[in-house]
């Protein structure tokens, strides 16, 4: 579906990134945006911005189907000692798709 747009995405260096992220957001589609922090995540770039007081911490996961935050977890999870990555079975509360999303760990 957005397969273009997203790949555009994919395609940008790490500190085209993290300005998107950081300095440019109001410039992006939420979806471009989910897009982008999953690109970050993947990476394992750190991405450090002030927080505002009232902001809930969030996952850097977003759903590929609807960009959705919220998600069940299945149990099943696997872990690649090499980078500290892990992999979880999630499934989206918004629309239920199922898959395997990977995330870095959380910072200690
Ligand atoms: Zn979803």
Request: hydrophobic content about 40%.
């Amino acid at each position: 579906m957005h397969d273009d747009y997203l790949q555009r995405i994919v395609s940008k260096t790490d500190g085209e990134l993290l300005e998107m992220l950081l300095d440019k957001a109001a410039d992006y589609r939420p979806e471009a945006l989910e897009a982008a922090r999953r690109e970050v995540e993947r990476r394992g770039l750190p991405l450090e911005r002030p927080a505002p007081a009232d902001a809930a911490p969030q996952r850097l996961i977003a759903c590929p189907a609807c960009g959705g935050t919220r998600f069940q977890e299945s149990g099943a999870s696997a872990e690649r000692a090499a980078d500290g990555m892990f992999a979880r079975v999630l499934t989206c509360t918004a629309c239920g798709r199922t898959g395997w999303f990977v995330a870095a760990p959380a910072a200690p």
